[in-house]
């Protein structure tokens, strides 16, 4: 079945950097868009960045642009978000999501499966 497990996430300070990992298994990943959100305490699922199943097509939440950096290998199956410049409202539970075809989307609804999530903590 379709598995998506993410890592890399831990206590950072503000302006600090962190390297977001998912591992996808069960489905084709080169076929079908990814993208991250992420969700804090009392809020709702927020989009993050996407990117289509070629590596392109990539686009970022307002608040992350030019401090994130989403990136994929279809030869190993893994999603990558690189965060840099990090800030405390940038604090929440990260997820890796499948989307339902070639390309991502910044809605929830357009994704089919989603990870368990990997908490991020910035912090001082």
């Known amino acids: 079945q379709v598995q998506l497990t993410e890592s890399g996430g831990g206590l950072v300070e503000p302006g600090g950097s962190l390297r977001l990992l998912c591992a996808a298994s069960g489905f084709d990943f080169s076929r079908y868009g990814m993208g991250w959100f992420r969700q804090a305490p009392g809020k709702d699922r927020e989009f993050v960045a996407t990117v289509s199943y070629f590596g392109g097509d990539i686009y970022y939440g307002d608040s992350v642009i030019g401090r994130f950096k989403i990136s994929r290998d279809n030869a190993q199956s893994t999603l990558s978000l690189q965060m840099n410049n990090v800030k405390p409202e940038d604090t929440g539970v990260y997820y890796c999501?499948?989307?339902?075809?070639?390309?991502?989307?910044?809605?929830?609804?357009?994704?089919?499966?989603w990870g368990q999530g990997t908490q991020v903590t910035v912090t001082s």
């Open positions: 999501a499948a989307a339902a075809g070639y390309v991502g989307s910044v809605k929830v609804d357009d994704y089919r499966a």
